[in-house]
Structures are given as C-alpha cells and as structure tokens.
C-alpha cells in the first residue's frame, strides 16, 4: 500500500512537472534568454542543448562568429508573445555587449528581430527568428 | 645544295631547342636568412643596398654565383626582391638551407586563372560592377588602416609603382568604402550570421556578406580573416572560409584571399588553410604573409599580431620597414594583377 501512494505520488509530481513545462507561460521567454546566456559566455555543452534540431547548423554559425571576442548581456529580457504556426514568438530587449581586444567595439541589440521558440522533447528551444 | 638543305633542317632542329630554352624557368631553391642581411645590386660588399632583409626571411634563390670574399667565402645567392623586383645578392654566409611548407612559396602577387575569369565573366553578365570591389574581414581590414588612403591623394605615394594608377582610378571609392562585412572582432563565422549585420542598413534575415552584395554588387572581394578559436581545429576555419568563398562564387564575384602576418596558432594553420582553400576553388592568393618577412620583427609588433604602422609613402625606405604601408601596396598590386588579368580573354 505504501509502495503504491509512492509510486502515485511521484507520478503525480511527474505530470505536475510536464504540465508547467507545457503551460508556463514564460517558459518560451526563459529558453531565449538561456540561450543568449550560454551564447556569450561560450559555453557550449550548455548552448548544445538550447537550440531545435532545425535550427542548428545557424545555431552552429552564432556560436562560433563570438570566437574573437569577449561578450556578455546588457539588461536582456525577454517576453512572450503569441503562438504561430511556426513557434512562439519572443521578443527580447537590452543588448549583447562585444568587447575587442580590451575595448568595448560594439553592441547588438537584441530587440532587432523577435525569436521563435518551439517545444522539442519535452523542453522550449531557440529556434530561429521571425 | 645538299649542304643548303642540311643546314636548313639543322635550323628547324634547333628552333624548339631555342624557344625552350626561352620559357625555361630558373630552377629555384629556398634558404633563408639567419641575421640582419644585406641584399645588394651585386654580389660584392660595396654594391649599392636594394633593401635589408631581417632575420628569418624567406629567400628564393635563382643562382648561386661568385663574388667578393666574405667570412672566408665567396659564394653569392641571386634572388628577386618581392617588393622592388629588383634582382639582388647576398652572402651565403648570412643564409642558411631551409625546406618551406608549399602554401609558403606561393607568390605575394597572384597570377589569375581560367577559373576566375569564368567567374568574372559570369558575374558581369549578372549585372555586377566592374569599377567595384569589396573587402570581408576584421581588423587588418578596417577602412581607418587598409586600403583607404588610394581614395585621398594627400595620404599616399607611390613612388617606383606609378603604374598601379590606373587600377587606383579603376576603382575609385572602394578603397574607401566601409564594407558591411569587415568590422573589428569579425571571424570566419560572425560574416556568415545574420546576427552580426547592421539592422540600420541590412535587411532582416541578411548576413554580412549578403548585405555588403546587395549593397555593392561587386566583380572582386578580397578577404582576409585573421583569428579563429584558440583551441579548435584549423579545419573548422578552413570549412568556413570555404562557405565565404562559394558565397562569392555563386553571385559571380572573384575572391582574393589573403595569408596572414602572425602565427599566434603555433603551426601556421590558418594561412594553411587559406592556401587550400584557394587552391580547391582555383581562385588568386595574394600571400601577405610572404611579402613582410624581409620586415623588422617579420612587420608584427610586440604581441606578434598587430602589424608595425607607418603612413603609405612607397617612396619612402624608413616607412617600407613596416608593414602597414607594404599590407597597402602588396593588396593594390594583387587587385591590380587581379584586375588586369581578368580582363585578358579566356584561354
């Protein structure tokens, strides 16, 4: 008896789980943001796992193109927005800051172009613009 | 008569033994020098100076000749100087045997191929402009420092290369034109990614190169990229340069890559890999790298990446010690070649 309400209980944690993947409604706003956080600090083994399979060979690209430089976020956000029949869509705003050889050189803002998440196995991934 | 006929048959054999000989390249082999060298007019101690060749300085030796005595020796070696393409000498003791890798023997100034002018051919045809070139690259090739100066009179001069006028005028304002695809911190990556265009003057969705095409439709794009990850795989670059180029390829644009000056990878990789790049696709190579070996410091600064700066006054043998002038000259007498080249018919 005691096995069983063990066994119904971690089920029941399980669904819990899946459901506030499925229905937090910033859960599409938080892979964006996670993604440009490990985008910028180049940390691939994390970055690998936040993109969609269709998007990966320009996942792929972005990653590399930070190679020269040092970056990191300034005041990113991110919301989402509405659901299309590509992914959700997600705007950010704040900037990526690029330092070059010592001096800050540049910085893309990230409001340019709204992010498309979508749900893959379970978890919301970057995958592309809109 | 017998005598008239055998005569003339002997000249007949004689002809192609002639023209042979004519075509006959010098047979070259390579030292280099160990110390500060001279490289003078003739192979004797008093002979004018042409230049001075600093140590490590790749020399291609067409000959071996006699000449004044010199640390018990009077064996001369005969070589072409890249830059004044004036023939000189210098002492064999001052150079030592040396087996250069193959991307290292490639000229500074490149020949142009079939390949190219094909491609050329078909990117006028596509509508794109024959006055025009772009440049995709990173810091060596920010309009401030590269190329810039033969759009301003006031800012260069050139000295023995009076000649290259004309491909100067040929191109008027590029030289100067800021390129979409060149920005400091750009990599072999950051031109593929849509991420890195200017939203201001870039459409949505366009990378770099795409942007700088649509907004220059060029016939000649030179490209030079310098850095790539510390602890990757030259072949990754060599994998992206390969897209950069088949980018240009496919829109009818004739590439020039470029070597680079430093070697912060340890083993040359990335000048390797440009050199098979351009070897794969039969487009020019303009090897920089070669043409500031015979520089101070081989033209790098302290950090062995930053070239040495002086202005772009050609005339100027104090100013030719450093490579921001010869970067200049040695890429407006590539796009020369280039251009010259291109425009001879088909073979």
Known sequence: ?130 | MLKKLIMVFGLFLLIPLVQAQDTQQPQITYRQTTQLANLRECPETDCPLIREYWANTLLFVEAMVEGDEYNDSTDWVQITDFLTRKTGYIHTSLTEEFEPEEWMTAPVVPQVTDTAREIYQRGIELGNRHDRFSKVGDCQNVSSHFLSVFDDPAEYALGDYENLFTTISQFEESWSRDSQSVDNGFNVASVLSPLWSDPDICEPGENPLECEYRLNQPSIVIVSMETWWAQRPAEEYEDYMSQIVEFWIDHGVVPILSTKADNLEGDFGLNRAVYNVAKKYDIPLWNFWLSIQSLPGNGLSEDEFHLTFARNFFDDPVRMQYSWPVRNLTALQAIDAVYQGLQETTS
């Not at chain 1, 706003?29 to 985008?39: D, K, P, Q």
């Not at chain 1, 040092?70 to 989402?80: I, P, Q, S, V």
């Open chain 1, 1 to 130: 008896m005691k096995r069983h309400l063990i066994l119904l209980l971690c089920a029941g944690l399980m669904i819990a789980g899946c459901a506030q993947t499925a229905t937090d409604p910033e859960a599409p706003a938080n892979s964006i943001e996670a993604y440009l956080e490990a985008l910028v600090s180049k940390d691939s083994e994390t970055f690998n796992t936040l993109f969609c399979a269709d998007y990966e060979s320009e996942a792929l690209i972005e990653f590399d193109s930070f190679g020269a430089v040092d970056a990191e976020l300034e005041d990113a956000t991110c919301t989402t927005g509405e659901s299309t029949d590509v992914g959700t869509i997600v705007t950010c705003t704040g900037s990526i800051k690029i330092v070059y050889d010592g001096e800050t050189n540049n910085s893309l803002d990230l409001s340019r172009t709204p992010y498309v998440a979508v749900q893959e196995d379970g978890e919301w991934k970057m995958c592309g613009y809109s």
